[in-house]
């Protein structure tokens, strides 16, 4: 390969696989062979900054999802932080609400929703989540803010780059990468506060004696946002996200898209802005002018006039920049649109999609939805506010006391998921011993929001046929909390 070919390039060079035919009859047994490359080197993309109705969108999903994010660990509630992964006392505080290891069906029940929630979105919608709500694409959209302040629009980064390297060059480069570093490093911070006490977080931070896992995790999550939105960026979107890959399985013909109409469109050329319809019209020409710019505003690179791809995140860029072309050039607006397969190929308005959204599928996303977050916020609210285990004492299973009487010992772990100190009244029912009774105390006070062990012992009369029987135990809290049973086994020695 001659050292001057692209395929030897420092940006591009790499190993090459060289197919050799194999020799035919009488022709002296060849070499020539083709050249295949096992990598491309795709090209640094400088996204144009843009405005309009979709970017405003966008920017105010970026300042509700992080005003929500960093301000969450800072609230307090009952003299604690409001949200709290508490991994020490094996708790997570989600406002009034307390919930236990136990209590991990909640959380299943949330990732299903989400899960349905993602599905019923992009068969409406198609990638609505990654346009406008993703942590990749809102942080990419931070850091490219701050790329724009420092380093000036894409032109002047463009010319930035590819100039010597000067005391101006690295003073600006120097000064993006701090700024990305300081928003990693205060996301990283923000991460562990959901886990650590976010104000303890913060005076062992000013003092620097974090533990070592903190230390870990903030220096993790604040190194993979500086990485994925300040240097990875669209490679996330088209090569990490597994969501690009199984999208098309939930879209079908009735599917909001960002669609390009290319019968309005094409064909594509310039053109004076003082042409009338029917002049460029004339000429072969449609509305597009071949700007370029819907490419130039996107951040995974892509011309959305080849039609629907799988790195299309549907930001919308490529709409307001157009729409920006279409009033320069007095032509309508629309030629990118959000529009479904079906509504660009039978021509139908903007209402008619919008009735053809209630199909089979989305019927059946919605329904299910709804069912399981209705039981999940039912299950909540009906929820007793207490949790009781019941462990055997491994020591002794069963023993003979005074007067022939036959006991077995308990654990029972009583935690109270609530920020008030409880009492509960704890009772026994054997099956087929009435006179089976608790001989320790029936009373039980428990903090808040704590747990407490206590050991009790329970007695059957003397006489008790031998084996296992069912037992009950019934706890019951005050204040109208409920009363939970919690099965066990009274064991009768032969």
Known sequence: MPPDSPAASPAARVIPIVQVPPSSAGDGGGDSGEVASLYKADKKIYARSVSGLFSRWRWSMV???QLVFY?????SINDRQAMLIDLASRRFYIFNLVLYPQDLIYLTGLLVISALSLFLFTAVAGRLWCGYACPQTVYTEIFMWVERKIEGDRAARMRLDNSPMSVAKLGRKGAKHAVWIAIGLWTGFTFVGYVTPIRDLAQEVQTLSMGPWEWFWIFFYGFATYGNAGWMR??????????????SAMFDRDTLIVTYDAERGEGRGVRPRSDTPAQYQAKGLGDCIDCGLCVQVCPTGIDIRNGLQYECISCSA???VCDTVMDKMHYPRGLIRYSTPNGMRLKLSAAAMVRRVLRPRVLIYTTVLLTITGALLGSLVM???FKVDVVRDRGALARIVGQGQIENVYRLQIMNATEKPQQYLLSVNVNGMPGARLVTETSVQVDAAASRWVAVRVQAPAGASPGSHPMTFLIEGANGQGVLAEKSAFLVPR
């Open 383 to 385: 929820r007793t506010p």
């Open 234 to 247: 669209e490679q996330v979107c088209k090569y990490m996200c597994p969501y690009a890959r199984f999208q």
């Open 63 to 65: 300042w509700i999802t």
């Open 318 to 320: 490529c709409i307001d």
């Open 71 to 75: 301000g969450l660990p800072w609230l």
